[in-house]
Nanobody
Framework: QVQLVESGGGLVQAGGSLRLSCAAS????????MAWYRQAPGKQREFFAA???????TYADSVKGRFTISRDNAKNTVYLQMNSLKPEDTAVYYC??????????WGKGTLVTVSS
């Protein structure tokens, strides 16, 4: 089993920045893709950023140019630098990792609130 713990959420004004972290622990074999999803109030959880073990990144159009995903493979940690935050970025942010055998795990989420 892999446990994921997100941190770094909070309240920020529009235009501000936050940095989220997600640390994986437990019986980690080989983490392939690490990703961030978010779920706004009343909406479905949506994908918006991912990074492979080789460092290739993918972003949803809604965050491209504002958010940056990175990872530290030695620490089994993924980061999300969020700049130019907008009120519509308000959501619970979830970390997701997929191991080499295809098993996926979710964190419990961290709340990001962007005030106008």
């Amino acid at each position: 089993q892999v446990q994921l713990v997100e941190s770094g959420g909070g309240l920020v004004q529009a235009g501000g920045s936050l940095r989220l972290s997600c640390a994986a622990s437990g019986s980690i074999f080989s983490i392939n893709t690490m990703a961030w999803y978010r779920q706004a109030p009343g909406k479905q959880r949506e994908f918006f950023a991912a990074i492979t073990s080789g460092g290739s990144t993918t972003y949803a159009d809604s965050v491209k140019g504002r958010f940056t995903i990175s990872r530290d493979n030695a620490k089994n940690t993924v980061y999300l630098q969020m700049n130019s935050l907008k009120p519509e970025d308000t959501a619970v942010y979830y970390c997701n990792v997929v191991e080499g055998d295809g098993m996926g795990y979710w964190g419990k989420g961290t709340l990001v609130t962007v005030s106008s």
